[in-house]
């Protein structure tokens, strides 16, 4: 955007960095590799030191990692349909009070939940847990975390 404003636009490449598939920064994090010459060229936007533990081949052995979330997510949408082709509704949640914060769903017999608030909230009636952000103790949901539940 810089180049093609003239130099009026910065664009967003002041605030963004290219997705590390390395965790090996000599390498741009996979986004250069040497060329027969032996020179490695360096991408154009800069990335940062600790941007390589982002990496997908730092993340991929790590089950608590984004990664892993996105992965399992993907693989519970490939096995249930209802997250495929359901109707969608949404879900009245249980009122934990006045800063309750809960965004909830139906795909079919599958439910969203996700809790925006400040405080854990409670579940609606269930069958299972198909997949979690995050841990859920006690059975409720914290704070910044979403749960997939079967109804």
Known sequence: ??????????????????????????????????RPDGVTAQPWL?????????AVDAQAADPGSM???????????RCEPGLRDGAFAWLETPNDGVDSQVL?????????????????????QHSSVLLASGDLPGGRLPTDTAVWLRL
């Open 67 to 77: 990664l892993s979330l996105y992965r399992a997510a993907l693989a519970t949408r």
């Open 1 to 34: 955007m810089h180049f093609r404003s003239g130099g009026v636009d910065p664009g967003r490449d002041g605030c963004r960095v290219p997705l590390p598939w390395t965790s090996d920064a000599a390498y741009g994090h996979g986004f250069s590799a040497p």
């Open 104 to 124: 909830a769903f139906t795909r079919g017999d599958i439910a969203c939940v996700v809790n925006f608030g400040a405080a854990p909230a409670s579940l609606p």
């Open 46 to 54: 800069p990335q940062p030191a600790w941007w390589g533990s982002y």
